[in-house]
């Protein structure tokens, strides 16, 4: 459901919305939050798509404000958006222009949902300073995305020094998975200490970034940032331990990544890209400051060493592992799974694989177990 207000004011719209709850049911008595989004036009519905998906996890009201022509007479134009337009949503767009350009905080504040945190969003642009721009001033989380910008090196010194508790950026959302498995990779033995840490990562990627300043941070070691081409993302990282190093591997594109561990069998781990939506979500789970992010930006960051080398030269010089032969070795292992299974199916017997399909289970763990 669509209605659209031409040339309205905050109090008609929000009459409008309490006769929409009226008419269709109670669809905010569940609403978690107030997600602001400011964009521009040309990026807005594709926002809204991505915040409608992560709202099926954290219901909020969406208030997407679109700063249009800032020049002519100062309107506003809303459109609420309920049901199957919103996702498990209701949102309320504010096109605004004019003078009212420059006041998204007046007309966005009689919209929020009373008693409830506010999130504030800049999926394309961000302010210089998200903590002291009016909109992010009232929110208790600002979420930024640096890979958008066209420089994401002076993006990151910038969020590092205007830093306040409460910011947080999707780059850091997206190597979540890859924190994850580094950490269980050291929560096993040999419980040795990390002497050293080699991230590769693509020349536009400020997760890489954020990665190799986690490690920075976390482990108190000398790390290193490879670059390798545009596009490539977070490729591989490499832990330097005394029995051997530890290498995560995720070819180009690829979705599927490679452990490779001293005395440990080659393991292929589902590491897909994780999607903007995916990462949105994850950043509504929480509104508390995330220090783990701040330490990693401001701590780490600053002190990891940037290596003026190609990821080809660093392949060669053996300091980093190969994504070609981590490609293979997944392909390796996908056909010796495959086959490891058809063989199991075979050797369960017809009799007992109609009476249940443990059976076949069983077959496959033990000849897994083997």
Known sequence: MIV??????TAQISHRLVEIREDVGAMALSRVLTLVIVVDEDDAEDALAVAN?????HPARIVCVILANARGKARLDAQIRVGGDAGASEVVVLRLFGELVGHARSVVTPLLLPDSPVVAWWPREAPKDPSADPVGAMAQRRITDCAVADNTGSTLKRLARTYQPG????????????RGLLATTLDRAPFESVESATVVGGADSPSADLLAGWLRARLRCPVSLIRSRAGSGIVSVRLERASGPIDLVRPQHGATATLDQPDQPQRAIALAPRSDAECLADELSRLDPDEVYEDALTSGLPKITRRRMTMT????AGLVPSPSEARRTTERLAEESSEIIRSAMVEASPERADRSTEAVKSAVRERLED
């Open 4 to 9: 659209d207000l031409p040339n309205a004011t």
């Open 53 to 57: 998906s992560a709202s099926h996890q």
């Open 167 to 178: 910011d947080t950026d999707l780059a850091w959302s997206r190597v979540t998975l890859w």
């Open 313 to 316: 030269e660093a392949v060669d």
